[in-house]
């Protein structure tokens, strides 16, 4: 029997009408429903973009950035958690040990945008900031944060994470401005 002369049954139907709407469906439906489930198994054979380490994990966040990769370094003061999306943004967050060698909650974070600039943010305020002097902290955790940046450069692995490194410690170590002058200016 030629192709063409072929009946088309209501199961044959069925199937094709399925595969059609699966088809259409996976692409649009995916990034808001199982990309963020499947996303992690296919990890191994997801190209990493450059400057991402070999022991970086792949997640998917349809609200957020899409896919983006992830990794941690364990560090001997406590543990950086570092994010980076598809050369669009790099996140490193540091977590520090308690007097009980125990992980403590979220201490600050450093994110860079593709520029050369940093946003700040500390645990206790959540807010970003521009500048280490529009920040409210102590001078005890710019003492903890320049100490993990220590422990995190000699840890790095790749340039992604050296770059962000060097620019957070830059920005820790910002003059402080003259009277009247917007912490947050460009030079």
């Known amino acids: 029997m030629a192709f063409g002369k072929r009946r088309w049954t209501t199961r044959t139907k069925a199937i094709v009408a399925l595969f059609a709407l699966a088809g259409i469906g996976?692409?649009?439906?995916?990034?808001?429903?199982?990309?963020?489930?499947?996303?992690?198994?296919?990890?191994?054979?997801?190209?990493?973009p450059?400057?991402?380490?070999?022991d970086a994990d792949a997640a998917h966040d349809w609200k957020g950035p899409g896919l983006y990769w992830r990794w941690e370094r364990e560090l001997p003061s406590g543990r950086a958690k570092w994010s980076l999306?598809?050369?669009?943004w790099v996140w490193m967050g540091f977590y520090a040990r308690n007097s009980s060698n125990a992980i403590s909650a979220p201490l600050?974070?450093?994110?860079?945008?593709?520029?050369?600039?940093?946003?700040?943010?500390?645990?206790?305020s959540g807010a970003?900031?521009?500048?280490?002097h529009t920040a409210k902290i102590s001078a005890?955790?710019?003492?903890?944060?320049r100490k993990l940046l220590a422990e995190a450069?000699?840890?790095?692995?790749?340039?992604?994470?050296?770059?962000l490194i060097t620019l957070s410690q830059n920005f820790l170590d910002q003059p402080v401005p003259k009277l009247g002058e917007d912490a947050c200016a460009e030079n």
């Not at 450059?50 to 070999?54: R, S």
């Not at 600050?108 to 206790?124: K, L, Q, T, V, W």
């Not at 970003?128 to 280490?132: A, E, P």
């Not at 450069?153 to 770059?163: H, I, T």
């Open 50 to 54: 450059a400057g991402v380490p070999i």
């Open 140 to 145: 005890e955790d710019i003492n903890v944060a």
């Open 108 to 124: 600050f974070a450093f994110a860079n945008y593709g520029r050369d600039e940093i946003d700040f943010s500390h645990a206790s």
């Open 26 to 48: 996976v692409p649009i439906l995916g990034p808001f429903t199982f990309y963020g489930t499947l996303i992690p198994y296919l990890t191994p054979i997801i190209p990493k």
């Open 85 to 88: 999306a598809e050369d669009r």
């Open 128 to 132: 970003s900031h521009c500048s280490i």
């Open 153 to 163: 450069s000699v840890a790095a692995k790749g340039d992604v994470e050296r770059r």
